[in-house]
């Protein structure tokens, strides 16, 4: 299968560029119709605060959207206007007071959607957890690009983090449409190894179902040696050179994540390279 839509959340000028340009290396492999999301913030009003707002104030915020919007159109069409791939500018408002319920709302109709990472000098107050959010209630993989990220190839070589859980079997057929056909996949899970690695049945039937596909694949296990999961994956796409990290997200309850330690979290504001998370 290919990539025949992708959406692409525009949320500032400093990241737009990055994400474009890693959203046109693959819809130009597989000639996807390309979406610009961007998202209007709305003046949120709550009942129970009794204050007048001047209308002044309403103006100067739509101003200053339609200012931000322009500027960021203005980076959509320098990268997409010379593609022979279709695109698409999109601006939508987020009625609801959070950013994410529009993403996901457009995000139902697309195979991919491409976000930027978490940015904690962002003042945009309805950007908080944005990527969280998404990827756990869009229901679609969400690739996430580093900041300050230049994309020059994407999914020729691939590392995925497994383990056997419902989110990492997803993240497997989601990476399907992303990676390239004549991929290199190493499957890595960060654990002790199997006394005898033919008896690795989960893993070894997944290689061969991924090999059917084209790509060419291994598996590795790792120990963790005391380290975080999140930089065990990291550490290996490193050192094989890996253009992207595939992974299954928020596998465990908040409680768990709050105690343990959460690997997608991590991974979410450490990594280096494109990560693909599916939930």
């Given at each position: 299968m290919s990539l025949r839509t992708i959406l692409v959340c525009l949320t500032n000028t400093a990241s737009a560029d990055d994400l474009l340009r890693a959203a046109t290396v693959l819809a130009r492999r597989d000639n996807a119709h390309v979406i610009g999301l961007y998202v209007a913030e709305s003046l949120m009003v709550y009942p129970s605060i009794a204050m007048h707002i001047p209308d002044v104030n309403f103006e100067r915020?739509?101003?200053?959207?339609?200012?931000?919007?322009?500027?960021v159109k203005t980076i959509f069409d320098a990268r997409t206007i010379h593609e022979e791939f279709p695109s698409e500018w999109r601006k939508v408002s987020s009625d609801t007071g959070f950013s994410s319920d529009s993403i996901v709302a457009s995000a139902r109709g697309a195979d991919l959607v491409v976000m930027a990472q978490e940015d904690d000098d962002d003042d945009r107050m309805l950007l908080n957890n944005l990527?969280?959010?998404v990827i756990k209630e869009c229901g679609r993989p969400v690739l996430m690009i580093p900041r300050d990220y230049t994309a020059e190839k994407l999914g020729e070589k691939v590392l995925l983090g497994w383990s056997e859980t419902?989110?990492?079997?997803r993240a497997v057929h989601d990476m399907l449409d992303v990676a390239s056909p004549?991929?290199?996949?190493?499957?890595?899970?960060?654990g002790a190894p199997p006394g005898n690695a033919l008896a690795d049945y989960a893993a070894n039937d997944l290689a061969a179902a991924l090999a059917r596909h084209g790509p060419n694949v291994e598996?590795?296990?790792r120990e963790p040696d005391g380290g975080k999961i999140p930089d065990v994956l990291l550490q290996d796409a490193f050192e094989v050179g890996a253009d992207m990290l595939v992974t299954g997200a928020f596998g465990h309850s908040r409680a768990y994540d709050f105690?343990?330690?959460a690997a997608t979290r991590g991974l979410l504001?450490?990594?280096?390279l494109p990560v693909l998370f599916s939930k």
């Open positions: 915020l739509v101003a200053s959207q339609k200012a931000h919007a322009n500027e990527q969280e959010r419902r989110e990492a079997t004549a991929a290199e996949i190493r499957i890595l899970h960060v598996i590795v296990h105690v343990i330690g504001s450490e990594a280096k």
